[in-house]
C-alpha cells in the first residue's frame, strides 16, 4: 500500500503554502478592489421631470465625476423601486434604501418639526423659504441623526397652489369639494374652509382624479405639469399657499463607512445639487405656466382675494396648533424667521 504521506515532503509543503499565500492575496486584493466602489440607490416618488428629479441626477453625476466613479448613485425616480414617500424614512434607516429625496411633509409624523416649511402662507418668496431652510436646518440635522440618517440638501418646490374642474376664487367654491391635500397642515386649512380634504401620496393622486375620488389637488403648477394634470382639472389658482421642501437623506451607516474625502465628495455634490435647484426654481413657474396654457389649461391669477383671506386666517390657526405640538423649537424658529423678515 503506498504511504501517501511520503509525497508530503518539506519542499512541497513549502509550495503548497505559497500557493494558499498566493490565493489569499488575490482573494484580499479583490475585495479590496470591490469594496473601493461605492453604488447607492436614491429613492424619489416624483417623476424624472421633476425638479427634484432632476437634481438627484445633477447630485449622482457630480459625485461620480468628483471620485473618478469610485461612488456611484443610481437615481430611482416615479416610485420605480416600490416605495413611497411615506415609506423614506423608515426605509432610509433601516438601510433598505441608501439615499431617499422625501417631501419634509412626509416626515412630519416621524416629528412635526418637519412641516414648518409647508405651514400656510408663512414664506412669500423663493428667498424667505431658503432663510426658513437655514434656520431649520440644524433641527433636522439633529433628528435625522437620532434615527440613522444623515441630511444632505434641501431644496424647494415652486410655490403651491389648487388644481381644480372649475375656477376656484372663494372658499364657498370649495365647499364639501374634495382636494387632495399633501400633509397634515393642508388638511387642517381646507377644512377650516369647510372643504372635504383628503391626504393623499402622490401615487394616489391620479388614480384618485382619473375615478372620481377627489375634485381638487392642492400641489404646485410643477407637480400637475409633470401628470398632466390638465386632462382632469383645467384650472390651476395661483395661491402662493406655501413653497414645501424636499430633504434628501442618506443612511448614516452607508455615509460613515466612506473615507473622509469620500465624505467631502458627498456633500460637496450636495451643495451643488442643493444650488441647482434653489436657482432653478425661481424661473420654473414661468415655464411650467407656458406648459399648462400649451396643454389647454387656465391659470387663475387675480380676482381670489376672499380665498386667500380665508386660508390665511385658517393658517393662523394651523401654525398656532403647530406651535403647541413643537414647543420652544418651533417657536424659536419661528421667532428668528420673523425678526429676519421684519414680520414682527
Do not use: C
Not at 46 to 73: K, M, P, Q, R
Not at 165 to 184: G, N, Q, Y
Not at 300 to 315: F, I, M, P, R, Y
Not at 324 to 341: H, L, V
Amino acid at each position: 500500500m503506498t504511504d501517501f504521506t511520503s509525497i508530503f515532503t518539506p519542499k512541497t509543503t513549502i509550495w503548497r503554502k505559497a500557493v494558499f499565500a498566493t490565493f489569499a492575496a488575490a482573494v484580499a486584493l479583490g475585495a479590496s478592489a470591490a469594496n473601493a466602489e461605492e453604488k447607492f440607490d436614491l429613492a424619489n416618488a416624483y417623476g424624472a421631470t421633476s425638479i427634484h428629479a432632476e437634481g438627484n441626477v445633477v447630485f449622482a453625476e457630480a459625485l461620480a465625476e468628483a471620485s473618478g466613479n469610485d461612488i456611484i448613485v443610481t437615481v430611482h425616480p416615479g416610485g420605480s423601486l416600490g416605495y413611497k414617500s411615506a415609506d423614506h424614512f423608515d426605509a432610509v434607516r433601516d438601510g433598505a434604501v441608501d439615499i431617499a429625496d422625501t417631501p419634509a411633509n412626509f416626515l412630519g409624523g416621524i416629528d412635526p418639526f418637519f412641516l414648518i416649511s409647508s405651514m400656510p402662507f408663512l414664506v412669500k418668496s423663493v428667498d424667505e423659504a431658503k432663510l426658513l431652510l437655514e434656520i431649520a436646518k440644524p433641527e433636522y440635522e439633529r433628528i435625522l441623526e437620532a434615527n440613522g440618517q444623515k441630511f444632505l440638501y434641501a431644496s424647494p418646490w415652486p410655490a403651491s397652489g389648487i388644481w381644480s374642474r372649475e375656477p376656484v376664487k372663494t372658499a364657498a367654491d370649495l365647499a364639501s369639494i374634495k382636494i387632495r391635500t399633501f400633509d397634515p397642515n393642508g388638511t387642517k386649512a381646507f377644512k377650516a374652509i369647510h372643504a372635504a380634504p383628503i391626504q393623499l401620496a402622490w401615487a394616489d393622486v391620479v388614480p384618485q382624479l382619473a375615478t372620481g375620488g377627489i375634485d381638487a389637488v392642492l400641489t404646485s403648477a410643477e407637480g400637475g405639469v409633470s401628470q398632466k394634470f390638465v386632462e382632469q382639472t383645467k384650472y390651476f389658482t395661483e395661491i402662493n399657499y406655501a413653497l414645501p421642501l424636499n430633504i434628501v437623506h442618506m443612511n448614516k451607516d452607508a455615509f460613515d463607512r466612506l473615507s473622509p474625502d469620500q465624505q467631502k465628495m458627498v456633500m460637496d455634490a450636495s451643495a451643488l445639487a442643493s444650488d441647482r435647484n434653489w436657482a432653478e426654481v425661481v424661473g420654473r413657474t414661468e415655464k411650467n405656466y407656458a406648459q399648462i396654457k400649451k396643454d389647454g389649461g387656465v391659470i387663475v391669477t387675480d380676482g381670489n382675494e376672499a380665498l386667500l383671506a380665508d386660508l390665511s386666517k385658517a393658517g393662523e390657526i394651523v401654525l398656532t396648533e403647530w406651535l403647541e405640538k413643537t414647543g420652544d423649537r418651533g417657536a424659536a424658529a419661528i421667532a428668528a424667521f420673523q425678526e429676519k423678515t421684519g414680520q414682527n
